[in-house]
C-alpha cells in the first residue's frame, strides 16, 4: 500500500506579488526551494491562510535572496501580496519508507526568511 505524505512545507510565506498575465506557477527564492527540497516544476498545494483559498500549481526560482514568493497565472486570483501561505510538497510512500519518513518543515518571517526548520514529525496530540 502506498501513502501520500507530507514531503516538505514553506510554513507562512508572505506572497510578494501575483502576476495574472503569466503561464502559469508559483515563484519562490531559490534559498527557499532549497531549504524546503523542493525542485523546479515540482506540483506545489497551496493554502492561503489569509483567505481561506487552496489551490494547486508547480514551482518555478525565483532569483537567491530575493524573499520572492510570486504567484502567477490563474492563480493569481487565489492569493494576493502580503497574503500569507502555506506551501507544501507530497510524496507517495510505501508503509515503512512512510513510518520512517520525516518532513523538511521550512519556518518564514514577514519577509520569507527561514526562521528555523525541522526534519522531525509533528508532535503527537
Not at 30 to 50: G, K, R
Not at 67 to 81: E, F, R, S
Not at 96 to 115: G, H, R, S
Amino acid at each position: 500500500m502506498n501513502l501520500t505524505m507530507l514531503k516538505s512545507k514553506l510554513h507562512r510565506a508572505t506572497v510578494t506579488h501575483a502576476e495574472l498575465d503569466y503561464e502559469g506557477s508559483c515563484a519562490i527564492d531559490q534559498n527557499l526551494l532549497e531549504a524546503a527540497n523542493i525542485l523546479p516544476f515540482e506540483q506545489l498545494h497551496i493554502y492561503n491562510v489569509t483567505n481561506g483559498e487552496r489551490f494547486t500549481t508547480y514551482a518555478i526560482t525565483a532569483p537567491r535572496d530575493s524573499g520572492t514568493i510570486g504567484v502567477n497565472g490563474a492563480a493569481a486570483h487565489k492569493a494576493n501580496p502580503g497574503d500569507l501561505l502555506i506551501i507544501c510538497t507530497y510524496a507517495e510512500l510505501e508503509r515503512k519508507e512512510a513510518e520512517q519518513f520525516n518532513p523538511t518543515l521550512v519556518y518564514l518571517d514577514a519577509d520569507n526568511q527561514i526562521t528555523h526548520t525541522s526534519h522531525g514529525r509533528l508532535a503527537a496530540v
